[in-house]
């Protein structure tokens, strides 16, 4: 039997506390999988992941990397031991050259908190074999675009394609903003920017979506630095161009950064 076509996630990882605190974004994540067809394997754009030539981990055993500090212990005592992919990472970078895009094997780096939080309370099993691939804030979208393009063949073969980041993601003023509740409503420069993406998202808009800097109200101000922002483009560049985004989650953290995540070809 051909496997079902997969399909593609952007997903907003938010504070690592993520993992192990209660909020409405942890319960999205974790009904999640169960909703999802089961995937072949998975692969991750995560923004923690930011390199000038596009790295993808090729251990058979890749290691948790806790690339945070100052969290409770509970959080760095959590492993998720997924296994690799080698073979799938090979393919990953054929496809990539073959879009001359240049591609790199890492078998040292493990996967990184933009990966491990989602795929922890989508998958507790850590069954399902995982891919890391990274970004590069130093190029645009529309290159993130064509990194998800070349992947886009993998969603035939049952893999699912995640791009880890933020719909907003402004962590200067969040990490001086403790005195702000966790459910307090967003600024109006979150609310509308916020609204922007899932308005140009959901209508299919993705030239607005790419020239966001220029078209999207206060995108400097919810993206100071955009490495957050880019795995979104390439999850839209793995999509086909008839499938117009789902917003399936929408939740705030202390009002200033938005949890939300899309979907690209999802049907239940």
């Given at each position: 039997?051909?496997?079902?076509?997969?399909?593609t996630l952007f997903l907003s990882h938010g504070s690592p506390l993520l993992a192990i605190e209660d909020s409405a974004a942890r319960r999205f994540l974790t009904a999640l999988g169960p909703r999802l067809p089961r995937p072949a394997a998975v692969v991750v754009f995560s923004a923690h992941h930011d390199a000038g030539r596009?790295?993808?981990?090729?251990?058979?055993?890749?290691?948790?990397?806790?690339d945070f500090g100052g969290?409770?212990?509970?959080l760095y005592a959590l492993q998720y031991?997924?296994?690799?992919?080698p073979e799938l990472a090979v393919q990953v970078r054929e496809l990539l050259l073959d879009a001359d895009i240049d591609a790199a094997l890492e078998p040292r780096?493990?996967?990184?908190?933009?990966?491990?939080?989602?795929?922890?309370?989508?998958?507790?099993?850590?069954?399902?074999?995982?891919?890391?691939?990274?970004?590069?804030?130093?190029?645009?979208?529309?290159?993130?675009l064509a990194l998800g393009r070349a992947l886009r063949p993998l969603r035939d073969?049952?893999?699912l394609l995640i791009g880890s980041g933020g719909a907003t993601h402004n962590l200067g003023l969040y990490m001086h903003s403790a005195g702000r509740g966790e459910d307090s409503p967003p600024p109006p420069w979150v609310a509308q920017f916020n609204d922007w993406l899932a308005t140009a998202t959901t209508e299919g808009r993705y030239d607005d979506l790419?020239?966001?800097?220029?078209?999207a109200p206060?995108?400097?101000?919810?993206?100071?630095?955009?490495?957050?922002?880019?795995?979104?483009?390439?999850?839209?560049?793995?999509?086909r161009e008839d499938e117009h985004g789902v917003r399936l989650h929408a939740s705030y953290d202390r009002g200033l950064l938005s949890l939300d995540d899309y979907a690209f070809g999802f049907a239940e």
């Open positions: 039997m051909a496997a079902r076509r997969m399909p596009v790295e993808i981990t090729s251990s058979a055993n890749p290691r948790t990397i806790h969290f409770p212990r509970e031991r997924a296994p690799g992919a780096r493990g996967l990184d908190h933009g990966a491990w939080i989602p795929l922890h309370l989508m998958y507790p099993a850590a069954d399902r074999p995982v891919v890391q691939v990274s970004i590069d804030s130093a190029r645009d979208p529309a290159w993130h073969s049952g893999v790419v020239h966001y800097r220029e078209r206060y995108a400097a101000e919810n993206h100071p630095t955009p490495e957050h922002f880019l795995p979104l483009f390439a999850t839209l560049g793995a999509a």
